[in-house]
T-cell receptor
Framework: DAGVTQSPTHLIKTRGQQVTLRCSPK?????VSWYQQALGQGPQFIFQ???????QRGNFPDRFSGHQFPNYSSELNVNALLLGDSALYLC??????????????FGPGTRLTVL | DAKTTQPPSMDCAEGRAANLPCNHS???????VYWYRQIHSQGPQYIIH???NNETNEMASLIITEDRKSSTLILPHATLRDTAVYYC??????????????FGSGTQLTVLP
């Protein structure tokens, strides 16, 4: 158990709706990264938050946005949902200030289905 | 980050050692080799990482060739619970910035009874 928690576990939405996914990092971690994993593929990096700011971003449209709170927890928001947004959304936490070799630990994921 | 190449699938008998290879011929001097695994529909699980020396922990051993162009993850006594997709990832580490993980297709390891 890596200690990263995500909610909800499963979610069903319809096209055009908006969704918010939540992540609590492992105790002591300060950085949260979000990944999208479509069925049968490896996880794809969405973005990363540190000190409440987006630090890096993958190749995802601005319909995907996020936030990090002072307690290091994070939210992923997706607007105007498309069928193609159906995927497992993974949150990973790490300790950036640990120096070289910050290892990312993943949560169990949120399964989003868009109908 | 350097690209990695892994076989799409491997089988291993329960109780035997599982040796999972990974090629990363374009790896740079500041890039580490990370291994994660993902059991069906769960989040990826960190296994081990290394720079150039061989590494061992309670889960596995990581053997990196001297030229660092390839590596092997060794599960010494595979069990049915080790059946998973194993990802080899090369990732640069730089002070002050946490680099994302770039996942490939991985190797589906099936441990057979």
């Amino acid at each position: 158990d890596a200690g990263v928690t995500q909610s909800p576990t499963h979610l069903i939405k319809t096209r055009g709706q908006q969704v918010t996914l939540r992540c609590s990092p492992k105790s002591g971690h300060d950085t949260v990264s979000w990944y999208q994993q479509a069925l049968g593929q490896g996880p794809q990096f969405i973005f990363q938050y540190y000190e409440e700011e987006e630090r890096q971003r993958g190749n995802f449209p601005d319909r995907f946005s996020g936030h990090q709170f002072p307690n290091y927890s994070s939210e992923l928001n997706v607007n105007a949902l498309l069928l193609g947004d159906s995927a497992l959304y993974l949150c990973a936490s790490s300790l950036l200030t640990s120096g070289v070799g910050d290892t990312q630990y993943f949560g169990p994921g949120t399964r989003l289905t868009v109908l | 980050d350097a690209k990695t190449t892994q076989p799409p699938s491997m089988d291993c008998a329960e109780g035997r050692a599982a040796n999972l290879p990974c090629n990363h011929s374009t790896i740079s001097g500041n890039e580490y080799v990370y291994w994660y695994r993902q059991i069906h529909s769960q989040g990826p699980q960190y296994i081990i990482h290394g720079l150039k020396n061989n590494e061992t922990n309670e889960m596995a051993s990581l053997i990196i060739t001297e030229d660092r162009k390839s590596s092997t993850l060794i599960l010494p006594h595979a069990t049915l619970r080790d059946t998973a997709v194993y990802y080899c990832i090369v990732r640069a580490i730089s002070s002050g910035s946490a680099r994302q993980l770039t996942f490939g297709s991985g190797t589906q390891l099936t441990v057979l009874p």
